[in-house]
C-alpha cells in the first residue's frame, strides 16, 4: 500500500523511538494541519539523513522479500552487532521476520530523514 496521499509533502518535526512499547512516533505537519504516522510493533528500523525541515515524498509498504534485497550490504556489515537480532543466516533472519509477521515500510523523502521500518501496524492520524 502506498500512503503518499496522506503525507506527501508533509515535513518532519520529530520523532520518538520507545523501546519498551516497540513504538515509533513520527509527528509531521503540512501548513496548519498536524499528524502523527505510529508505527506499533516495531522489529527493526533504520533512519537515514536525519535533519530539519525533513520533507517527506512517499511512505510505502513493500514485500519484505525486497527488505532483503535493499539492504544485503547493512545486515552483512551489522550481523556480527547481532543486528537487527540475532541471526545465523540471512534465511534464518527472514524466517525470524516471517514469524514476527510484520511489514517492511519504506519512507522516502524530498529533503532529508528516510529509511524503513519493520512493524507489525502503521496509523496515520490526525492531531
Do not use: C
Not at 8 to 14: K, L, N, T
Not at 24 to 33: A, F, Q, T
Not at 53 to 81: A, H
Not at 97 to 107: E, G, K, P, R
Amino acid at each position: 500500500m502506498n500512503y503518499i496521499n496522506y503525507i506527501h509533502d508533509y515535513e518532519i518535526d520529530g520523532y520518538s523511538v520507545d523501546f519498551k512499547e516497540s513504538r515509533i512516533v513520527i509527528d509531521v505537519s503540512l501548513e496548519s494541519k498536524q499528524k502523527k504516522i505510529i508505527f506499533s510493533g516495531v522489529f527493526a528500523y533504520k533512519f537515514d539523513n536525519e535533519m530539519p525541515y525533513s520533507i517527506i515524498f512517499d511512505l510505502e509498504e513493500k514485500p519484505v522479500d525486497s527488505f532483503f534485497v535493499g539492504n544485503k550490504d547493512l545486515l552483512d556489515r551489522t550481523k556480527r552487532k547481532i543486528w537487527p537480532v540475532r541471526y545465523s543466516t540471512l534465511e534464518d533472519l527472514k524466517d525470524k521476520i516471517i514469524q514476527a509477521d510484520v511489514h517492511y515500510f519504506v519512507l522516502g523523502s524530498s529533503y532529508g530523514l528516510s529509511g524503513w521500518v519493520l512493524s507489525e501496524k502503521i496509523e496515520i492520524v490526525d492531531v
